[in-house]
């Protein structure tokens, strides 16, 4: 168990539609990480929070957007989505002060199917 | 641009063979290197990272890998592999002063009885 939580584990929804996945990370980790795993990508990094604001972003979509919240958890928030948002989203978190080279840890993942 | 490239998408291996799981990256600059495991069902766990110094760097399990700055490889490596050792593997690079991390598409290691 890493200490990372992710909210649902499993999710269901028609295209068009819009959701959100929740992540508590680690008690004191102030860095959140969003990534998308797929078939056809592999793991994609999607956008870095630290302590509330936004520090790094990869290949998100204009129709995904995230926040981080002052108790530190994350969501991430996907909308109008179609059925190539269909993936594995992980959510990570690390403490946040030393950067790249930092240990990750990862929650389970919330599976996202798209009828 | 960085870039992470993992030669193999699946590894079989008998229980008790050696494995070795290839990596090489693309940097211009100086990088971090990790290598992370996910077994089926679960998050991706860091294995091992390599941020300076010694070049061989052991990690959990028995893994352990060598940067090779020439080649610009990160292999992983374990003497004797376990049918618990079945997951996928993957390799990332980081740059230091920037918060982005690039995984590799993956290598599945499949342990045979």
Redesign the interface.
């Known amino acids: 168990d890493s200490g990372v939580t992710q909210t649902p584990k499993h999710l269901i929804t028609a295209t068009g539609q819009r959701v959100t996945l929740r992540c508590s990370p680690r008690s004191g980790d102030l860095s959140v990480y969003w990534y998308q795993q797929s078939l056809d990508q592999g793991l994609q990094f999607l956008i870095q929070y630290y302590n509330g604001e936004e520090r790094a972003k990869g290949n998100i979509l204009e129709r995904f957007s995230a926040q981080q919240f002052p108790d530190l958890h994350s969501e991430l928030n996907l909308s109008s989505l179609e059925l190539g948002d269909s993936a594995l989203y992980f959510c990570a978190s690390s403490r946040g002060l030393a950067g790249a080279q930092e240990t990750q840890y990862f929650g389970p993942g919330t599976r996202l199917l798209v009828l | 641009a960085q870039s992470v490239t993992q030669l193999d998408s699946q590894v079989p291996v008998f229980e008790e063979a050696p494995v070795e799981l290839r990596c090489n990256y693309s940097s211009s600059v100086s990088v971090?290197l990790?290598w992370?495991v996910q077994y089926p069902?679960?998050?991706?766990?860091?294995l091992l990272?390599y941020?300076s110094g010694s070049t061989l760097v052991k990690g959990i399990n028995g893994f352990e890998a060598e940067f090779n700055k020439s080649q610009t490889s990160f292999h992983l490596r374990k003497p004797s592999v376990h049918i618990s050792d079945t997951a996928e593997y993957?390799c990332a690079v980081?740059?230091?002063?920037?918060?982005?991390?690039?995984?590799?598409?993956?290598t599945r290691l499949k342990v045979l009885a």
């Open positions: 971090y990790f992370y069902n679960q998050g991706l766990q860091l990272k941020l993957f980081s740059t230091p002063g920037t918060y982005k991390y690039i995984f590799g598409t993956g």
